[in-house]
């Protein structure tokens, strides 16, 4: 069965062809727009296009790549709603403005009315497409196209149309469409290197560690708002809202991509928060593996369409300051919740995992190393792989994997770690024994040179929470810190003949973080060892102290080789 766009939330807030729509408030305008955006931006569309690019949920998990493909047939918008009047001379950005019809009498024959709608109706054709401008002034000749009854048989022009449109309230506090045409500032070199200051990966008049460093603060800094490195409308987006943000306005920024098919939302109803809230809503096929989703899906009617699994879902992140003693500093997103919406009602059904699934990212892995993945990966942000069907394909299939899913790995718990090792190490091992071209050789170097970096990574990780005399949700003693420490360092050790500066360094601010732990030395080192305990940590704390040493002695040597 597949629902309709046009029944699409038929049964919620704001059915669709609904007239004389008053919104005062945050939460109404944000549940009227999600009615009318998804029904025509992502369902309409859908249905229409034979084969339309559902989004595949990989896709909705940080760290977001860029798009390999432009759809120019489908819908796409960028759009800034303010729940205050607009004051246009004081505004941070231009538009061209619309006029509202508050304060005005309603009967049919007042002259002030007639003005405005024609007003209104001569600043839409002035940035319409020629080949729209008939179709639309017949439509809106003789009504106020500034209403919100009337949104969703404009936005289909607005679809059409280039730059962003601008919703705020009138003098009553009434939503309605102000605006058209917005253009939003983008100091993007600007806002990149105060940024980039600011987390300590540049230096003033540094070119070097600017050049160095410029790609991870720029993809950071973009993924901070819940987009790739990507279009200048997705970015111009990103950083009105920082700048919105800043200002203290409550505010609302979306963005619907024809390349990514989703609409994200930056937005901040007058919270105190490092950065705003981010959210995306795009249409997905739940894997079918996921047997007991589906099921659940299926009981509460929450398919659009049932055969082909496609759902409504929404996704709200949460961000990370960056901290370079973490050895995660370049997680700026993680996810905070997933909904699926009831394509009827809007109805949120918010206990499910539609995009972060352990088995299916194990069962995806699975079926690459062995050539069964039908599919396509961006590998290196610019070559498309279709198919894994050779090794050479494989190998970019895993690389691509790998980069995708790198935190995760590092992240997630041992039972997800050790299905992974088993499956990479099984494929890589076997890769060894075959006679394979230089090619192919090279890519498997990467993708173990890649491997490593993520054992070694999750090792420091261990590391990190053992300093904080946590290990696997269990609180540790001194003594069950110090020997922890210990194993983690003794199989580094032998890693370290494909060391990495930036995890040697992290595991030596880890150790001395340990060594100098002020009450340890104070309580066990700096006197006498009285008790059993006491001698048993003086036994660890020299073997940390010593494994340190042989790291940092094997590092220099490679270093000076």
């Known amino acids: 069965m597949q629902i309709s766009w ?66 120019k047939g489908l819908p796409g918008f960028s759009m800034a709603v303010f729940f205050r009047e607009m004051q246009s001379f004081h505004e941070i950005f231009q538009y061209e403005i619309l006029a509202p019809f508050a304060g005005i009498g309603e009967t049919e024959n007042s002259e002030e009315k007639k003005r405005r709608i024609a007003n209104n109706l001569m600043t839409f054709l002035g940035r319409m497409p020629k080949r729209l401008q008939d179709t639309f002034r017949e439509a809106f000749h003789k009504v106020d196209s500034s209403d919100l009854g009337r949104y969703e048989q404009i936005l289909p022009y607005l679809f059409q149309m280039d730059r962003a449109h601008v919703m705020s309230a009138d003098r009553n ?3 309605y469409l102000s605006g058209i045409f917005a253009s939003f500032p983008s100091d993007f070199d600007g806002e990149l290197k105060r940024f980039g200051v600011q987390i300590g990966m540049f230096k003033p008049d540094d070119n070097v560690l600017y050049e160095k460093n410029r790609r991870f603060v720029n993809r950071f800094l973009m993924e901070l708002y819940g987009f790739p490195i990507a279009s200048e409308r997705r970015t111009s987006a990103a950083l009105f809202a920082s700048r919105l943000h800043r200002n203290g306005e409550s505010f609302m920024v979306r963005v619907l991509g024809q390349s990514d098919r989703t609409i994200t939302t930056l937005w901040n109803n007058g919270e105190r928060r490092h950065y705003p809230h981010v959210e995306k809503i795009a ?6 593996s996921q047997k007991d989703l589906i099921e659940k899906l299926h009981q509460g009617g929450y398919f659009l369409d049932s055969e082909k699994l496609v759902v409504i879902a929404r996704v709200v992140y949460k961000q990370h300051r960056f901290n370079p003693d973490n050895v995660r500093l370049d997680r700026a997103l993680s996810l905070e919740r997933q909904e699926v919406l009831h394509p009827l009602t809007g109805e949120s059904l918010a206990d499910v995992n539609v995009v972060r699934d352990t088995v299916t990212m194990m069962l995806r892995l699975n079926d690459i190393v062995r050539g069964e993945f039908i ?56 890769f060894q024994s075959k006679d394979v071209s230089s090619r192919e050789r090279e890519l498997f170097l990467e993708v173990s040179t890649k491997y490593a970096y993520i054992r070694q990574a999750r090792s ?45 360094r992290n595991i030596m601010r880890n150790i001395d973080s340990i060594l100098d732990n002020a009450y340890l030395r104070r309580r066990y080192i700096s006197v006498p060892a009285v008790t059993a305990n006491a001698k048993e940590i003086r036994k660890y704390y020299r073997k940390l102290t010593g494994l340190r040493d042989e790291i940092l002695s094997v590092v220099r040597s490679r270093r000076t080789s």
């Open 6 to 71: 046009r029944d699409v939330f038929s049964q919620g807030k704001f059915p669709l062809g609904k007239n004389n729509i008053e919104i005062y408030d945050f939460q109404d305008m944000k549940m009227f727009l999600d009615t009318v955006q998804i029904a025509h931006g992502l369902v309409r569309p859908s249905q229409e296009m034979p084969n339309y690019p559902f989004v595949e949920a990989k896709d909705l998990l940080p760290s977001f790549e860029s798009d390999p493909w432009e759809y």
């Open 173 to 175: 506090g009434k939503q």
């Open 283 to 288: 249409l997905i096929k739940v894997d079918p």
């Open 375 to 430: 599919g396509r990966t961006v590998y290196k942000r610019n070559e498309i792989v279709l198919n894994t069907d050779t090794d050479e394909k494989r190998l970019k299939f895993i690389f691509a994997w790998l980069t995708k899913n790198q935190r995760r790995v590092i992240g997630y718990s041992d039972e997800f770690y050790t299905g992974v090792t088993r499956i990479l190490d099984g494929y890589l091992n076997e």
């Open 460 to 504: 420091v990780r261990i590391l990190e929470d053992i300093t904080h005399r946590m290990f696997r949700g269990r609180h540790l003693s001194y003594c069950e810190m110090l020997q922890e420490a210990c194993l983690i360092l003794r199989d580094l050790k032998f890693e370290l003949g494909n060391y990495f500066d930036d995890l040697v």
